[in-house]
T-cell receptor
Framework: AQSVTQPDIHITVSEGASLELRCNYS??????LFWYVQSPGQGLQLLLK??????LVQGIKGFEAEFKRSQSSFNLRKPSVHWSDAAEYFC?????????????FGTGTQLKVEL | SAVISQKPSRDICQRGTSLTIQCQVD?????MFWYRQQPGQSLTLIAT?????????ESGFVIDKFPISRPNLTFSTLTVSNMSPEDSSIYLC??????????FGSGTQLSVL
């Protein structure tokens, strides 16, 4: 069965500092990997996704993530955090097309940004 | 992309009653899903809403508790039946668009007293 682990429940960074949110997955085949952000009172927004190809993927809002198969990881990074990045971040893994894109989510990492 | 309208955005309900959540998409989509996010937890897939046929439920979820309708390719409803406080969660509708992106509605915050 597929699973996702986000080991950090809460992270606090200063505005302008770099950010890395960890994500480890377990999946029996080539995974589809996603990062979503959930701002207070809003729905989930897709930041980026990895299906295949270049293991470093660029997303919206200046985020990027690197797929490392050997480590079963898909960590999210941003070189300089803005106060508006404060939100909850979810990593997710999905099946290939035959699975209909049903996703398994991690438990989320709550990001707090100090001014 | 897809614009998803989900309503109500929040509701407070009494134990034993039922609530129907609506999900409207601005384009025809093949696949629609319903997720639940319990307080302090991640999202869990409830079911896949199939157009023209019965929904496909995940382990731990049953049709009697969470009946789902999908009358066409742009609309679905999820009903939370005979509610208890344990049903207090955020319920999210999501859709897959042709480039395989998954979009989510803004969610329905349900509180059961």
């Amino acid at each position: 069965a597929q699973s996702v682990t986000q080991p950090d429940i809460h992270i606090t960074v200063s505005e302008g500092a770099s950010l890395e949110l960890r994500c480890n997955y377990s999946y029996g085949a080539t995974p589809y990997l996603f990062w979503y952000v959930q701002s207070p009172g809003q729905g989930l927004q897709l930041l980026l996704k990895y299906f295949s190809g270049d293991t470093l993927v660029q997303g919206i809002k200046g985020f990027e993530a690197e797929f490392k198969r050997s480590q079963s990881s898909f960590n999210l990074r941003k070189p300089s955090v803005h106060w508006s990045d404060a939100a909850e971040y979810f990593c997710a893994v999905g099946a290939l097309k035959g699975g209909g894109n049903k996703l398994t989510f991690g438990t989320g990492t709550q990001l707090k940004v100090e001014l | 992309s897809a614009v998803i309208s989900q309503k109500p955005s929040r509701d407070i309900c009494q134990r034993g009653t039922s609530l129907t959540i609506q999900c409207q998409v601005d384009s025809q989509v093949t696949m629609m899903f319903w997720y639940r996010q319990q307080p302090g937890q991640s999202l869990t897939l409830i079911a896949t809403a199939n157009q023209g046929s019965e929904a496909t439920y995940e382990s731990g979820f049953v049709i009697d508790k969470f009946p789902i309708s999908r009358p066409n390719l742009t609309f679905s409803t999820l009903t939370v039946s005979n509610m208890s406080p344990e049903d207090s969660s955020i319920y999210l509708c999501s859709v897959v668009v042709p480039n395989e992106k998954l979009f989510f509605g803004s969610g329905t915050q349900l509180s059961v007293l």
